[in-house]
């Protein structure tokens, strides 16, 4: 959904039956290609429920069902295979390496991950991130797989890893790029009054940056920071509303407008 | 010390003879006029212990002794009545407010304060936030404070209060400038790689902020944005080693190299 406000958007994924949305009327009018979802009749959805602490930015996980992510992953159809900018969103990096496996000749592949993998699939991870661009990762979890609490350093030692871009995302604090080439790019979060529910907050910040990065067919570092103010412009709408509700109810000319308020908000 | 890199300092406070440093020494060679200096031979000076957590940025007391700070405050020297920009360091509100009341026509007051004061002295404080041009506090003192969360809302209640102009001050997460008249600016701390001992990182900020606006003799939007800009460097060069070694080793065109710098990795 946030990535579709920039570029066409290919969706694969898997479901079970259970699924309580009907995603074809949840995308409907988007540019979003379904032909990658599949519908497993004898499985369950994942399921993931919390607790947010005061402060909107730590969280307990509460309850988690990986259900149909445990199983094989989603077959990349044949008209996907050509595709360029490629994310994998959060699951097993197994599974993360198969999908990616299946596209041809991707031009920059960002992934994301979390504690849970960097804990228990570190030998899955590791290959994993030796063939992909871009690694985009909360602050926790950077420091976890950098073992190393300041953050800039952290980044460089997840860039020693592998990958050439590295995006810690510290939530209301705002977020970090590095790259293997010595770049770097702060940014802090747009400064909202109204925060109701953070989550997807991440995946947003990711559809933004990949968005902007595939509708501008470029990844160099200018541009990789334009995807950053983009991607946290366009997580500042998630975090407004429950559910997809602060993305539904805004237009691409929304998300400019915001930026170009970021840009003034964080000059000098 | 952080403020006499950018404009000549009148320095008032007041010591017991317990102070192990001699503080003309320790300002030789610095513009700092060292006329409202108070020994008191028969008190003891200020005093606190504290231990930083893992992220540098929260800590704990662990030992505070106001000794002089509880007795009556320094006297102004006469030849330090026409000062025109006037920080009012952290001390007890009702102090500050009679050392306020010895400076004939202040342009641009500053103050800072803290947690005890916000609980204890919520009575003396209140008063003078309707004296003062700007209130310069750390994010859970303006939480505390503002009686809410958010950082933004959590400003604009505070700005109610009677003041102009609010910072607040977030550690490694950066800062957040507030106008009464609705403007707002956000900045990241510099990325810093080597954080030693982030105490007196409050003070090293506030005397980069006040220098500047010295220097420049202005207090317009885009005036205090800079300032804020000068305070986020100068405290990082503080942070990167104990006590006043980090600012020691470094000369104006330190701070004005690293300016161009943070404006460089903030910038979109």
Known sequence: MAASFFSPVRLVGVIGSDCPFDLAEVFAGRNVDLAGLEVRE??????????????????????????????????VPDSFRDSKFVFLANTAPRLQHQL????????????????????????????????????IINEDEARMLGKEHNLVRAG???LDMGQGVVVIKKGESGSILCSADGDKFVLPAYPATDVKDPTGAGDSFAGGFMGHLAQSGKTDFETLKAAVAYGTVVASFTIADFSLNGLNSIERADIDSRLETLRKLTQF
Chains 1, 2 share one sequence.
């Open 42 to 75: 004898q499985s369950k959805t994942f399921r993931w429920a919390g607790t947010y602490h005061e402060n909107m930015d730590s969280r307990t996980t509460d309850r988690l069902e990986l259900n149909v992510l445990a199983e094989a992953p989603p077959r």
């Open 100 to 135: 990616l496996e299946q596209i041809r000749a991707p031009a920059f592949v960002a992934a994301d991950t979390m504690n849970c993998w960097i804990e228990g699939h570190l030998d899955d991870l590791k290959p994993l991130l030796k063939k992909i661009d871009c690694l």
């Open 156 to 158: 460089e030692k997840i």
